[in-house]
């Protein structure tokens, strides 16, 4: 649905978009979400709820103002003054649409983005996705309280907020979310990544770090026809993989409780300007084939799992600034969190898209800030949802993403250290941790695995 600029009097829905990023999310899209939630709405109202779903999303991409504010911006640039409704309206309105329809909504965009063959997207003619796990603030009141729990523990006591555990599975080559998962923090990452096995497919590769090394995890992966290359533990956490069969590369084949993997021990030394370090790495695989997957190809390949990291810092860093979450009780926290996601999948969709519509450039090389920016600019303008607008295929924000293409990512590296100070005025180590990085150049050797297993 369109509306004209020239109006004479405000029409309901005509705040129901998200400027350009509309093309993406259209308004048909938005009720066939709210229909699949809880049925079409039966009367029009000042805020429908169509309305209220773009104003959520609209929430997330102005992620430092208030609600009314982030109104002023979807109405600022459609021709006529816009009544504003009052906070209490927009609770009351939130309320009534609730996180159901929201959620709808990210199902009908998650997924991988088509993105050109090679690159990081495909390896062995699989998908390469990633799971992890992160965790965000949520308001400290009694209601969020009772269903986020401060954590506890740590030489500093109790947490000063309630977190939410959010667990997602992503695309390695777009970042583009497939299937996430959230709730108390105090249910652990393989409790949620469980849940997301549903989403895998045969012909998917899984990344995943050592807190998705077990049996059952394993299994899980297995009988949902994907494969999976997991780092595990060495040491006294280590599984009992014994050596069944060596191959040619260094890597060797092993039973884990009824799934046939292959082990694959590599010593990777990182050198820079500033110093060399080397670690231990055993990664475990149900790519069994050397020749299919060579074990040196599969140390590198591993070091993709770090897009998912690269994502959440997108959605925590670049989006939210750090922020604590809006919501005041636990159904808003939800409706705030699924909205998030469907903000940043729109977003990364219409990095894709540029992308595919430019052969030669890698969506790595496109700034989401820079999308997040034009996105803005074209929220404001109201630009794309007016029916005299007409934009190209790529668009403004595309535009603007091609003109600032990056430069291709190099490796670089830098010893952990703690980045944001519990307070602002002294950080801890401020004159004596190392906080530059450095270009780095990586050299892996295969172990051969111990005879005696």
Known sequence: MTHSATSSSFDAFAAGHLGELTGIVPPEMVDAALE?????EQRLRRLPSRVVVYLLIGGVLFAEQGWQQVWARLTSGLGVRAPRPAKSSITQAMRRVGPGPVRELFTFLAGPAPTHAGGSARFAGRLVVAIDGTQIPVPDTDANRRVFPKPRGGPNGEAGYPFLRLVALIACGTRTVIDAVFGPDR????????????ALRE???????????????????????ADFLIRGKTGNG?????????????SYLAHARGVTVRVIDAQVTITTAADARTGTYRLITTLLDPDHAPAQELVRLYHERWEIETAYSELKSTILNGRVLRGKHPAAVAQEVWALLCAYQILRIAISDTALARPG?????????????????QLIQAAGTITETTIDLVGRIGTALLDDVMPA??????????KRAISKYRAKGRDTIERRTYPATLRTRILTPDPDG
């Not at 280590?238 to 069944?244: E, R």
């Open 36 to 40: 699949a939630a809880r049925g079409k």
């Open 203 to 225: 012909g998917m590769l899984l990344l995943g770090d050592r807190n998705f090394a077990t049996y059952q995890f394993f299994a899980d992966v297995h009988g949902a026809g």
């Open 361 to 377: 450039v890698d969506p790595d090389r496109l700034s989401f800030t820079t999308a997040l920016r034009a996105a803005r600019d």
């Open 409 to 418: 990512r190099r490796t670089r590296t830098r010893q952990r250290v703690i």
């Open 238 to 250: 280590a599984m009992g993989l014994i050596a069944q069969k060596r191959l040619p590369d260094g």
């Open 187 to 198: 249910t652990g990452e393989l409790g949620y990544a469980r849940a997301l096995v549903g």
